[in-house]
């Protein structure tokens, strides 16, 4: 079992930064080789992909609403993955959640955290 927990949400103007991170127990997430994830959900709206990194870190793929903004990096000496956001914009206000992959599947999620951006 992996438990997955995020920080690092909160409120920002538009154009600002903020810094998510999750940290991962019970698994060390590098030695099963699990790709890691970040998903937002707004409300009324899907849960979709923002971006996600291989069990390496060499490897990772973005939404095209958050290309050149947001950069995810994982440190495997930590169990952890990060999600660095910059320019900030309203509709990137979400629930933000990571997720552990095995294989193609992402199968552990944290609880999420809040992002709201004000225009």
């Known amino acids: 079992q992996v438990e997955l927990v995020e920080s690092g949400g909160g409120s920002v103007q538009a154009g600002g930064s903020l810094r998510l991170s999750c940290v991962a127990s019970?698994?060390?997430?590098?030695?099963?080789?699990?790709?890691m994830g970040w998903f937002r959900q707004a409300p009324g709206k899907e849960r979709e992909p923002v971006a996600s990194?291989?069990?390496?870190?060499?490897?990772?793929s973005y939404a095209d609403s958050v290309k050149d903004r947001f950069t995810i990096s994982r440190d495997n000496v930590k169990n952890s993955v990060y999600l660095q956001m910059n320019s900030l914009k309203p509709e990137d206000t979400a629930v933000y959640y990571c997720?552990?992959?095995?294989?193609?599947?992402?199968?552990?999620w944290g609880q999420g955290t809040q992002v709201t951006v004000s225009s």
């Open positions: 990194i291989s069990w390496s870190g060499d490897s990772t």
């Open positions: 997720a552990a992959r095995l294989g193609t599947s992402y199968i552990y």
């Open positions: 019970g698994r060390t997430l590098s030695n099963f080789r699990m790709g």
